[in-house]
Structure formats: structure tokens, C-alpha cells
């Protein structure tokens, strides 16, 4: 099952503008994670943020969360070239009786210089 | 990649074969995971593991096995190797299952290729 969908699924940008990509999940959940992933390589934990914040900040990244939306953004500021990379959200879920993340299928970003 | 290492980092192989894709940690984390990732599909669970000699199917264990005789080893066997299993093998650790903070960390992935 994917609990959680992201979008745009690509994003473009020149250096140093705003990055925005969202997250929409399907059921009630602990907390949401967002996750980095380069080329090649595997994923990278960035922020968590827990159900009952709405908002959390990590250098230049900041992420927020809207429950009764079901949705959560990640906002790259200044946007450099090293953020290009795949992002992905994940969020906690029952199956089969243990709680694991499940992962939605990324945005990838890219940085223009 | 925090301590973890997946081995080999590339294979190919044929179908029918048997495959073994071996994890090693050091961070003695309790919590280990297998993943495939695929184009259209993300990260998709496979098996995981609770503790030694512990371990449960994932979203997508069919025609995969695992075991874990050590803290340190989490070993993901596919019996006799098809072309759908063509995909990269992700193995994450974490301390903490579900609930508050299950955080997981990343091998660097294994590339399988069956042909």
C-alpha cells in the first residue's frame, strides 16, 4: 500500500530559488518524516515532524503539516545545487500487526546553476 | 551510510539462480529492513526483522526469504531468481519500531540485475 503521495513527481528550479514539494497521506499517523536521496546512493533522514506539530524548521528546510488535510510540505529555502536529489515522505502504518514507514514515490528536484 | 554495508553493490544474474544479499551493521540497532525500489513504485518493503531469529514478511515477500542469525547480519534470499526481481535492494536499520520515532538509516543499495 502507499500511505504516502507526493507531487509535483519532478521539480526544476534555478539556484537559489524556494523549493516546495508536497506530501498527501491516506490515514491518521504518529509522525511524517521526509528523507533525501542522491544518485546512486541510498536515503538520507531529513526532519520528522510528530501529529500534533504543524510546523517544524531544520536549517533550510521547513517542513509543515496539516492533519486534517492529510498533507505535508517540505520547503528547501535558497535552494543550492547539492539539493538536487529525490525526496521522499513516509509515514507510519499498521501492517500486519507492526507499525513500519511506508514511503511515497518521491519528487525528484533538480538545481539548475 | 551510518554504519551500514550491503554486499555485493552490483550483481548479475540468471533466472533461476539463487541470489543472497547480504546486510551488515555496526550500530547493534535491533530494528533491520529490506527494500526493493523501482520506477512508479518507490520503496516498497520486502522483510524485516525484530531482533535475532526474528523476522516478518513486508508488503512485497513473495518469492523472497531473509534470516538474521546475528544482531549484525540481515540476509535477503531470493530462492530462484526472476526477471521482476530486477530492482535496487535497499537495507535500513532503526532502534525504535513505530510509534514516536522510527528512523531509519540506509545502506548505499544493492543493484540486482536478472536476466
Known amino acids: 500500500s502507499q500511505q504516502g503521495e507526493e507531487d509535483p513527481q519532478a521539480l526544476s528550479i534555478q539556484e537559489g530559488e524556494n523549493a516546495t514539494m508536497n506530501c498527501s497521506y491516506k490515514t491518521s499517523i504518529n509522525n511524517l518524516q521526509w528523507y533525501r536521496q542522491n544518485s546512486g546512493r541510498g536515503l538520507v533522514h531529513l526532519i520528522l515532524i510528530r501529529s500534533n506539530e504543524r510546523e517544524k524548521h531544520s536549517g533550510r528546510l521547513r517542513v509543515t503539516l496539516d492533519t486534517s488535510k492529510k498533507s505535508s510540505s517540505l520547503l528547501i529555502t535558497a535552494s543550492r545545487a547539492a539539493d538536487t536529489a529525490s525526496y521522499f515522505c513516509?509515514?507510519?502504518?499498521?501492517?500486519?500487526?507492526?507499525?513500519?514507514?511506508?514511503f511515497g514515490q518521491g519528487t525528484r528536484l533538480t538545481i539548475n546553476p | 551510510d551510518a554504519g551500514i554495508t550491503q554486499s555485493p553493490r552490483h550483481k548479475v544474474t540468471e533466472t533461476g539462480t539463487p541470489v543472497t544479499l547480504r546486510c551488515h551493521q555496526t550500530e547493534n540497532h535491533r530494528y533491520m529492513y529490506w527494500y526493493r525500489q523501482d520506477p512508479g513504485h518507490g520503496l516498497r518493503l520486502i522483510h524485516y526483522s525484530y531482533g535475532v531469529k526474528d523476522t516478518d514478511k513486508g508488503e512485497v515477500s513473495d518469492g523472497y526469504s531473509v534470516s538474521r542469525s546475528k544482531t549484525e547480519d540481515f540476509l535477503l534470499t531470493l530462492e530462484s531468481a526472476t526477471s521482476s526481481q530486477t530492482s535496487v535492494y535497499f537495507c535500513?536499520?532503526?532502534?525504535?519500531?513505530?510509534?514516536?520515532?522510527?528512523?531509519?538509516?540506509f545502506g548505499a543499495g544493492t543493484r540486482l540485475s536478472v536476466l
Open positions: 535500513a536499520i532503526s532502534d525504535v519500531a513505530g510509534g514516536r520515532k522510527n528512523i531509519q538509516y
Open positions: 513516509a509515514t507510519d502504518e499498521m501492517i500486519q500487526g507492526a507499525q513500519k514507514l511506508v
